[in-house]
């Protein structure tokens, strides 16, 4: 979920929710578990691209798990 941005510029900033567990355990035993392989390997895909997004950004995006 989206909670808020700031769109300054050079201040950029997002703010999602906080999550428990992780996309992993989703797909493996949860909802996802029932996807096709396809679908499993395009979000994995999608999931890499962006945190390739935030480790090339500049000035760098602070992300981390609680």
Known sequence: ??????????????????LDGNLEQL???GEGKNM????????AKQAAEG???LHLSDPAIIHRLV
């Open 1 to 18: 979920m989206f909670l808020g941005a700031c769109t300054v510029p050079k201040k950029f900033k997002i703010v999602m929710e906080l």
């Open 27 to 29: 797909i493996l035993n």
């Open 36 to 43: 096709s392989l396809y679908k499993r390997m395009c979000m």
């Open 51 to 53: 945190m390739n997004w």
